[in-house]
């Protein structure tokens, strides 16, 4: 059974930093891509940003610059460290390996007061 479960999220003041976690299991999370995604209040989810096997990544327009994906396979986790956060940036934050597309755990809610 794949399972997905993020954290780290929380309240953090515009400019201030975060660095959110998740951890999978039930898959071989080496050979997953894995990928952050959000979905703000009255918005559809989005792609923040991905990280391959092979630890190439790729961001959205919005984060670059100010967010970073990265990977422990010793662990099974991603994780996502964002800085400069904007309200811009709040919202759900969930993670998925790209091979299990349908898969999506409870997310982890950053709110980012002006």
């Known amino acids: 059974q794949v399972q997905l479960v993020e954290s780290g999220g929380g309240l953090v003041q515009a400019g201030g930093s975060l660095r959110l976690s998740c951890a999978a299991s039930?898959?071989?999370?080496?050979?997953?891509?894995m990928g952050w995604y959000r979905q703000a209040p009255g918005k559809q989810r989005e792609l923040v940003a991905t990280?391959?096997?092979?630890?190439?990544?790729n961001y959205a327009d919005s984060v670059k610059g100010r967010f970073t994906i990265s990977r422990d396979n010793a662990k099974n986790t991603v994780y996502l460290q964002m800085n400069s956060l904007k309200s811009e940036d709040t919202a759900v934050y969930y993670c998925?390996?790209?091979?299990?597309?349908?898969?999506w755990g409870q997310g982890t809610l950053v709110t980012v007061s002006s």
């Open positions: 998925n390996a790209h091979r299990y597309p349908e898969v």
């Open positions: 039930g898959i071989i999370f080496s050979v997953n891509p």
């Open positions: 990280i391959t096997s092979t630890y190439s990544t």
